[in-house]
């Protein structure tokens, strides 16, 4: 089973500030093929509470600050905070994940798949 794992983009800062970039297949570890972003959220806001079958993830607080709380089937935890731009975390298949929001954060997620509700697992009853 894979594991999630917590990934540094590349950066370039400078006096104009910072460019932070990911090049497909050599940053992170599959094809995107969607790209959602989460934006105007209050303050602890959880979203997510959910597990996909066979999609996998990379998130990314481009703004503000997420606590990521991940479970496998297992019981295997791994929480995370992502709080940089160019921090980011893989979810592979099959980790139920449960994200808290800080107010203003932006979140942008790179997904292996298009959207299709048949990967989602959203009943914790159905993933253990």
Same mark, same amino acid.
């Given at each position: &089973?894979?594991?999630?794992?917590? +990934?540094?983009?590349? $950066?370039?800062?400078?006096? *104009?500030?910072? %460019?932070? +970039?990911?090049?497909? %297949?050599? $940053?992170i570890? !599959?094809?995107?093929k ?5 934006? @105007?959220?209050?303050? =602890? =806001?959880?979203?997510? @509470? ?6 996998? =993830?990379? #998130?990314?607080? #481009? /703004? ?9 089937? /297992?019981? @295997?935890? !791994?929480n995370?905070? %992502?709080?940089?731009?160019? /921090? ?5 298949? &099959?980790?139920?994940?449960? &994200? #808290?929001?800080? /107010?203003?954060? #932006? &979140?942008?997620? %790179?997904? $292996? @798949? ?9 009943? *914790? $009853?159905? !993933?253990?």
């Amino acid at each position: &089973m894979k594991k999630p794992e917590v +990934y540094t983009f590349d $950066s370039k800062p400078d006096l *104009r500030g910072n %460019l932070t +970039y990911l090049e497909e %297949l050599k $940053s992170i570890p !599959f094809e995107i093929k969607r790209v959602y972003w989460l934006y @105007d959220l209050p303050e =602890q =806001q959880v979203r997510g @509470d959910h597990a996909h079958k066979t999609g996998e =993830q990379v #998130i990314v607080a #481009i /703004k503000g600050k997420v606590e990521v709380l991940l479970e496998s089937k /297992k019981g @295997d935890l !791994f929480n995370c905070t %992502l709080d940089k731009a160019d /921090k980011a975390l893989y979810i592979p298949p &099959m980790w139920w994940g449960r &994200m #808290i929001f800080r /107010k203003d954060t #932006i &979140m942008i997620g %790179l997904a $292996s @798949d298009e959207f299709d509700e048949n990967d989602y697992i959203r009943k *914790r $009853s159905e !993933f253990k």
